[in-house]
């Protein structure tokens, strides 16, 4: 299976997962709860069936994505309510550059090999620079500077979890596939548990008065998008040459969300001619790391 198709088919997931709350306006942090029970009612058979890892990574490396989990995606889940999917994706630069360089740094000769491969390297890096630019300048306006400072923390999290990803799944001694399922049960159990623990903590950030089948609802379906999403994006990150790729087409996410916003009229002043050079720029990138 291609790498970059599975990273779009697991960033249309993430754009749904983002996109919902702005609907249904529930609040951060319990939906966030309600996501990671979800997830952990419906993959809990997979800890009878399959055999558990060995690999002592694999349990730190879900107790830690399972930790930033409450914080990470319910101040996601916040900023698509109060504005929408697209401004909650603004972590994706910094995630890519933090992903791109760890594991050049990790891996050298992959660095090297690149740089040595003239044509591959410099269509490489110039897609990277233009889809990086043209995102910065998406929607130009002080909110959406402001939003990327505020989920600059979320960016680097997210770089070092697709590092771990590869680490994981792509480097050597790599665990099968089928632990993916395994890592996602992990952590959602850890983020639930972290949940509601911050939530005994500090009952104000339980926010408004919520139906708890209202809440369930909601939880049960981000659950399932969230499983295809994350699911298909670790298998994405593990099958590309450097997660940092992955991440460049997670870019594509707030393009995606202006033309839905576009085509069922929500306002949304993001540039499309930007959108467009993004979309190229991310072909350039997918022909040059597949062919040359």
């Known amino acids: 299976m291609a790498w970059w198709l599975l990273a779009l088919v ?32 419906v993959l809990l058979p997979a800890m009878f069936l399959l055999p558990l890892p060995q690999d002592p990574k694999f349990w730190w490396a879900g107790v830690f994505l399972g930790l930033q989990l409450p914080f990470t995606v319910s101040l996601l889940f916040r900023l698509a309510a109060k504005h ?36 591959q390297g410099a269509l490489v890096f110039i897609a990277l620079f233009i889809m990086l630019a043209a995102f910065t300048r998406l929607r130009r306006n002080d909110f959406a500077w402001r939003a990327m400072l505020t989920t600059i923390p979320v960016g680097v999290v997210y770089g070092v979890a697709l590092f771990i990803f590869k680490l994981l799944f792509g480097g050597e001694n790599a665990l099968p596939n089928s632990s993916i399922i395994q890592l996602l049960w992990l952590s959602s159990s850890v983020g639930a548990l972290t949940a509601l623990l911050v939530l005994w903590r500090w009952p104000a950030m339980r926010g408004k008065q919520v139906h708890l089948p209202q809440l369930a609802k909601a939880g049960g379906i981000i659950a399932l998008f969230y499983i295809a999403a994350e699911g298909l994006w670790i298998w994405a990150v593990s099958l590309a040459a450097n997660p940092g790729y992955s991440a460049a087409l997670a870019l594509l996410v707030p393009v995606g969300l202006m033309a839905y916003h576009r085509a069922t009229g929500v306002r949304d002043e993001a540039s499309p001619q930007l959108g467009l050079v993004m979309v190229l720029a991310a072909l350039v990138l997918v022909l040059a790391v597949e062919i040359l």
């Not at 697991?10 to 951060?28: F, G, I, M, S, T």
């Open 10 to 41: 697991a960033n249309l997931c993430y754009a749904v997962v983002l996109e919902l709350n702005r609907h249904w306006q529930l609040p951060a942090l319990p939906l966030t709860l309600a996501r990671s029970v979800g997830v952990g009612v």
């Open 84 to 119: 929408n999917g697209r401004v909650a994706a603004m972590f994706m630069p910094v995630e890519l550059v933090v992903s791109l360089v760890l594991w050049w740094l990790w891996d050298q000769s992959s660095f090297i090999e690149l740089w040595d491969n003239a044509w």
